[in-house]
């Protein structure tokens, strides 16, 4: 049995929540596209097993590109865990883009609470227009409680804004994720009476199933040779087209379905703490950025065949791609070779020029001393 898989660009957020409506209760699947990113290689079926009821689009941890497959069951399991931590169902602002699991399961939630989200503006995120948002909320029917899902940068945003920081002191919870967040900012934000709950998750979890390090109720957590696993009924259905990554990525574990998660982690007293990636992505704004992917984008400029691409902390997006080069070269150059094949969050914020590139006695790059470089020039 298969269903029709209906494309939907995701720069009109009712159209996705009425796409999404029809998906959950037996409908056309959907796939909510961002129309300005590049494509994947391969183009989306035309028709899905009849269990998959949204499909998303990510860029992998590879760069390859996926298409994570959710069922409805998996994308109410994970409303029902999340309305059962924070206290029940409510109102939500939408502030994420739709075609990434955190703005559909903020639709998702309305959904199940029977609620309408409130929608910030399209364009720049800016403080004064969540405030608008959340006013609007406000000022909508009666909902039990109110509630928002924000990546760091946007918190920051919010934060420089006295109005948008009142309006947030007023909601129930405040979800931040996407990538780590500073503890200073979670310590901010708290301070102005913010109620944030940190979340971990993926796709393939249907979004956030870890808030402030604990398992949402049926998900299990485990680590396996350093490696977080995940287990519950929020786990994905598989990557649509793709059964051999399906099977390496999804494995069968003491009688229960695992997401390998590819992080580093520990789980202490029922509490995880994720370390960081095993392979070599970076988090930069809520998206993946694959380093190799950048670095051989980078090695194709003329003169930067030995540049290194490494990563740096940043207050405002948790993570950047840094190159560290010999050979000097514009970064605008760089940004625009970089953003036109791997989207806005690849481009390098810097590129460092050096007299001499540190390497190991194997003749490759010492990355780790790379990386220190990186570091010192923030």
């Known amino acids: 049995m298969s269903r029709p898989l209906v494309a939907t660009g995701a720069a009109d957020p009712s159209a996705v929540l009425r796409g999404l409506e029809a998906a959950l209760t037996g409908g ?24 998959v009821a949204v499909v998303v689009e990510t860029s992998g941890s590879t760069g390859t590109g996926k298409r994570v497959a959710l069922s409805a069951a998996a994308l109410l399991a994970g409303a029902a865990a999340a309305d059962a931590a924070l206290g029940g169902p409510g109102g939500w602002v939408l502030a994420l883009p739709t075609h990434y699991i955190a703005g559909l399961n903020v639709l998702t939630r309305s959904i199940a609470a029977g609620t309408t989200p409130s929608v910030v503006a399209a364009g720049h995120f800016t403080g004064a227009a969540f405030a608008d948002a959340a006013d609007r909320l406000v000022a909508g029917p009666t909902v039990p409680r109110r509630y928002t899902s924000l990546v760091p940068v946007q918190l920051a945003r919010v934060l420089d804004d006295p109005r948008a920081t009142a309006a947030l002191a007023g909601f129930d919870a405040v979800l931040v994720g996407g990538q780590a967040t500073p503890a200073a900012l979670v310590s901010l934000a708290r301070s102005a009476g913010v109620r944030v709950v940190t979340t971990y998750g993926a796709s393939e979890t249907s979004g956030g199933c870890v808030y402030d390090g604990v398992p949402l109720g049926p998900v299990h957590a485990e680590v396996v040779d350093g490696e977080l696993l995940l287990a519950g009924p929020v786990l994905a259905e598989g990557y649509l087209g793709d059964p051999d990554r399906t099977a390496a990525t999804f494995t069968e574990r003491d009688g229960r379905r695992w997401y390998r998660t590819g992080d580093a982690a520990t789980v202490e007293d029922g509490r995880v703490r994720v370390s960081g990636r095993l392979d070599d992505v970076l988090i930069s704004g809520g998206e993946k950025v ?9 090695r194709e400029l003329p003169g930067q065949d030995g540049a290194v691409v490494t990563r740096r902390a940043s207050g405002e997006w948790g993570e950047e791609p840094v190159v560290v080069t010999e050979a000097p070269i514009a970064l605008e150059v760089v940004r625009a070779h970089v953003g036109a094949a791997l989207g806005r969050a690849a481009r390098p914020a810097e590129v460092l020029v050096v007299e001499r590139l540190p390497m190991l006695a194997s003749g490759k790059p010492d990355r780790r001393s790379i990386r220190s470089l990186a570091d010192l020039t923030t």
Do not use: W
């Open 28 to 51: 056309p699947a959907l796939l909510p596209v961002d129309e300005d990113a590049p494509a994947l290689p391969t183009a989306a079926p035309a028709h899905v097993p009849d269990g």
């Open 290 to 298: 694959p380093l190799g992917a950048v670095e051989r984008l980078v």
